[in-house]
Every structure is written in structure tokens, then in C-alpha cells.
């Protein structure tokens, strides 16, 4: 068994290790700590972990975990990632990863040195319907690849979010525009030759919305959408465009509250839909097998560096600062 220890109380916490865990007899959060004890006791009641601690460095020097849950803030990732590396315990890391690619590439150094998991926690990508969508990508049936879009939308309507202050990591390409990069990066398995941005920044330095144009090997022309205007309405798509037909993944984001796989080759229609098993419980596997079994990553340490590098682009070609220079 993989006993976990998680740092703070993130809203995120419960859905992407807690639930997937009381499913898996193979994990276990055993610890927690949080800036305010009294949050930690009561998410440790609540969700059944036994061990409250008074820091986060009591929770990656514990000796009764083997791995440790980083969801805090972004700008915290770097520092708790190789505190916890360096600790000797396994590291999943929510995204976005670091606050800028050279952060991102020393923990990915630390976790080679350590010979520790890293894994960058991009859960969609462990999910049946984007397995799907890349054997459909690399079959052939769409022709030659021209185009690729990807969005994903969500309004975010308080102003005092951690997602509007550029010192916590703000920006919708941190948060929520750093899927569909993801996504485009991940169904070509290539990475960008030439990279240009759109932008409307809200507080200072705070993208609102980020939409990009990229380049990648043999022409494909891919744009990406992040937006977090607070009127703006919810969509999360990868969409396809070849010379034989289309492809459309509705919303390869969460899958377990709907999905499909939208295809039209020829002019001949189909649609494939996919399990509603969350894409949380297929990360936490991967992690597991990673630990316990050597098994390679879709979003280890290396993939994670090449994706910040590919937002630290967005951001320069934005005329916006990198986050975590200030």
C-alpha cells in the first residue's frame, strides 16, 4: 500500500486523491497539514486520515508515507515538490506544475537525482476517451491533419480568487487555459515550432482570457482558447480537422459527467461515448503502477518541463511577464 500525505486543504484535494483512494486498496492518506491546524483537523475527520500534523515539512518528513499530494498554490509546487523529493517520498504535483519552466526543470532535476515518481497531475490524460482520441488521431482515417482547436471556458466571477492575483500564480493559462495547451501538445505528441498569443488582461499582469495560434511539424495549425471572464459560458472541446474528415472530444476535461467522441469521415457520422469512471482513479493508477512497478508516466517530470516551457511561450508571446519573477 501507498500511504500519502497531503499538503493543505484544497477544494481539489477530495476529488482527485480522497475519493479515487477509497477506491483503490492500494492507497491510503495517512497524513495531513494545513496552514490553519484547525482546517486540517477538520478535513481529517471528515475524510478519515489519521494523522494531523502542524506543518507541511512534518508531512514530507513523515516516515509513515511513501508519497506526498502537492495542490497547493502554484507558486508553492516548486518549493514543497523538492522538499518532498528530497525526503525521499514520491511526488504528485497538481498543475500547473511550477510557475515557470526553469522551476519546473529543477524539480524534474531533483526527481531524477532522487530516482523519486514525479508526476505532473494532468488526470484527463490517463482517461480511456483520449486514448481513444489519439488512436483515432494517429490511424489515419482523418487524412492529413490541417487544423486542431481546443478550449476550455469557465467563468470565475470572484475577484479575490487566487486565480486573479498574479503573485499566486494568476492567469487563466496557469489554471484553466493550460489544458487545452496540454491537450494540442498531447494528441500530436509534438511540441510547437512557432507560438503567438491573444490576450485580455483583467488585474495587472492577469490574463483573462489567452487564446493562442501554434505551428507544429507538417503544418498543423492548432489554436487554443483559456477563458475566465466571469460572463463567459462553460465549454471544454478538442476538435480535429483533416482532409478525409473531423474529429470532435467533447469534453475531455472530466468525462465522468459526459463525454464523446464525435467523428465524420466522408461525410459518414458516428459517435463513441466512454466510461463514467473518473479520470482521478485512472491517474491514481498510473501513479500506483509508476511506484510500485517502474511504469512510465504520460505526464512525468520531462512532459511537465516541456509544458511550462510551451506557457512560458504563450506568456512572452502575450507580452506578459513569466509568473514567479516577482
Same mark, same amino acid.
Given at each position: ?5 497531503? $499538503? ?51 508531512? *514530507? ?30 511526488? $504528485? ?16 532535476? *531533483? ?126 472541446? $478538442? ?44 491517474? $491514481? ?42
Amino acid at each position: 500500500m501507498i500511504r500519502f500525505g497531503t $499538503l493543505g486543504t484544497a477544494l481539489i484535494t477530495p476529488r482527485a486523491l480522497v475519493f479515487p483512494c477509497v477506491d483503490e486498496p492500494r492507497a491510503f492518506i495517512h497524513a495531513i497539514a494545513a496552514r490553519d491546524r484547525s482546517r486540517a483537523e477538520g478535513f481529517a475527520k471528515h475524510h478519515h486520515i489519521p494523522s494531523v500534523l502542524d506543518t507541511y515539512q512534518d508531512v *514530507v518528513e513523515f516516515d509513515k508515507i511513501d508519497a506526498v499530494y502537492v495542490p497547493l498554490h502554484i507558486p508553492a509546487h516548486h518549493e514543497w515538490t523538492i522538499k518532498a523529493l528530497q525526503a525521499g517520498k514520491h511526488v $504528485l504535483c497538481e498543475k500547473s506544475f511550477a510557475s515557470n519552466a526553469m522551476q519546473a526543470e529543477e524539480m524534474a532535476a *531533483v526527481g531524477k537525482a532522487t530516482g523519486k515518481v514525479l508526476m505532473d497531475a494532468f488526470h484527463y490524460r490517463y482517461h480511456p476517451i483520449f486514448n481513444r482520441a489519439r488512436e483515432i488521431y494517429t490511424s489515419g482515417i482523418l487524412g492529413e491533419v490541417l487544423e486542431i482547436d481546443a478550449a476550455f471556458h469557465i467563468p470565475v466571477k470572484d475577484p479575490n480568487s487566487i486565480r486573479m492575483n498574479y503573485r499566486t500564480g494568476g492567469g487563466v493559462t496557469m489554471d484553466i487555459g493550460c489544458y487545452p495547451i496540454s491537450w494540442v501538445r498531447h494528441i500530436t505528441a509534438e511540441e510547437p515550432l512557432t507560438v503567438s498569443a491573444q490576450v485580455e488582461v483583467g488585474p495587472p499582469d492577469v490574463d483573462l482570457m489567452l487564446q493562442t495560434t501554434m505551428e507544429f511539424p507538417g503544418g498543423i495549425i492548432a489554436k487554443t482558447s483559456g477563458d475566465m471572464r466571469p460572463n463567459v459560458k462553460f465549454q471544454a472541446f $478538442l476538435n480535429v480537422t483533416g482532409t478525409h474528415g473531423s474529429m470532435r472530444v467533447v469534453n475531455p476535461l472530466v468525462p465522468q459527467i459526459g463525454n464523446s467522441i464525435e467523428l465524420t469521415i466522408d461525410s459518414q457520422e458516428t459517435s463513441e461515448t466512454f466510461e463514467r469512471r473518473p479520470t482521478y482513479g485512472y491517474q $491514481l493508477d498510473a501513479f500506483l503502477n509508476a511506484v510500485e512497478h517502474g511504469a512510465p508516466l504520460l505526464t512525468d517530470a520531462v512532459d511537465a518541463v516541456a509544458q511550462m516551457r510551451v506557457i512560458d511561450r504563450c506568456y512572452e508571446a502575450a507580452g506578459l511577464p513569466l509568473r514567479g519573477l516577482a
